[in-house]
């Protein structure tokens, strides 16, 4: 599991496909997230929840229509601002290789 805590968190993951997402856990101490594919313009998603005292499974889709034979580099990174901020990355879903 992929897990970060502090604002400015990141990694990055390449594959070759038409589409990747994610499975978080979500809870009320998640935060926002920025994310990019192939260095393009950066996109904004809240991860959290309202609900208290648990942490559900969400999977969200990134990006799709990618060329499907081309090598991409998915980068993914916590947000400043504010608590909360932590995501909880539990697999990458990549349609391709």
């Known amino acids: 599991m992929l897990v970060g805590d502090q604002s400015g968190d990141s990694f990055s993951y390449t594959f070759t496909?038409?589409?990747?997402?994610?499975?978080?856990?979500?809870?009320?101490?998640a935060?926002?997230?920025?994310?990019r594919v192939d260095r393009g313009g950066?996109?904004?998603?809240?991860?959290?929840?309202?609900?208290k005292?648990?942490?559900?499974?969400?999977?969200?889709?990134?990006?799709?229509e990618l060329d499907p034979k081309k090598e991409h580099t998915l980068t993914v990174k916590l947000n400043d601002g504010p608590?909360?901020?932590a995501?909880?990355?539990?697999y990458l879903a990549v349609n391709g290789e």
């Open 83 to 85: 608590k909360p901020t």
């Open 31 to 35: 935060g926002e997230v920025s994310y």
């Open 17 to 29: 496909g038409s589409g990747v997402g994610r499975v978080v856990v979500a809870g009320r101490d």
């Open 87 to 90: 995501c909880r990355i539990v």
């Open 42 to 51: 950066w996109q904004t998603l809240g991860v959290g929840t309202r609900h």
């Open 53 to 64: 005292g648990i942490h559900l499974p969400r999977l969200h889709v990134l990006f799709d």
